[in-house]
T-cell receptor, first 106, second 114 residues
């Protein structure tokens, strides 16, 4: 099964860290993991990607397990504007996971 | 980052007519473009993959005669929904890649068939 799986929804308090998991147990050795987010009725926005090592940029951090079967996107200080659907995907065929609807509340 | 422009952003058409959606990569040459469809509160579903100068590869369950894809240049792909019906109403999104890793997305087109 080449699918990626994510929890359907999560809540997070404003200012707290949001940790969004993704399972990609069948990922192959040369496939990257990408994360995007989608705000209602817009195209997906790129956030971050990684292969083996943990990555950080101005938007988020990405933690990839040693066996690469799962990863976690971390928004260190969530804001109300981070409310969106977050998708992870593998390189292969640009197939997206089911997405996690993150709701950040005041 | 690279920019992918999709046009129109929304369209309303009558049942039985055809609608063309354009996807352009503005500052890079896209070796491959992808078309997705998204129904409310659902994930993006890949419809087809198109490479410049060759026929598109459609995902299972997507009618190639209904969703015509043309990728005539490295910067332009078009999706034509032929003989549109209300059940074709959806959010259509294109994506373009440079190489085989990073993908850039258009802003999407909301199609409403009445």
């Amino acid at each position: 099964d080449a699918k990626t799986t994510q929890p359907p929804s999560m809540d997070c308090a404003e200012g707290r860290a949001a940790n969004l998991p993704c399972n990609h147990s069948t990922i192959s050795g040369n496939e990257y993991v990408y994360w995007y987010r989608q705000i209602h009725s817009q195209g997906p926005q790129y956030i971050i990607h990684g292969l083996k090592n943990n990555e950080t940029n101005e938007m988020a951090s990405l933690i990839i397990t040693e066996d690469r079967k799962s990863s976690t996107l971390i928004l260190p200080h969530a804001t109300l504007r981070d409310t969106a659907v977050y998708y992870c995907r593998r390189t292969d065929k640009l197939i997206f996971g089911t997405g996690t609807r993150l709701q950040v509340f005041p | 980052g690279a920019v992918v422009s999709q046009h129109p952003s929304w369209v309303i058409c009558k049942s039985g007519t055809s609608v063309k959606i354009e996807c352009r990569s503005l500052d890079f040459q896209a070796t491959t473009m992808f078309w997705y469809r998204q129904f409310p509160k659902q994930s993006l579903m890949l419809m087809a993959t198109s490479n410049e100068g060759s026929k598109a590869t459609y995902e299972q369950g997507v009618e190639k005669d209904k969703f015509l894809i043309n990728h005539a240049s490295l910067t332009l792909s078009t999706l034509t929904v032929t003989s549109a019906h209300p059940e074709d109403s959806s959010f259509y999104i294109c994506s373009a890649i440079q190489g085989w890793t990073e993908a850039f997305f258009g802003q999407g087109t909301r199609l409403t068939v009445v």
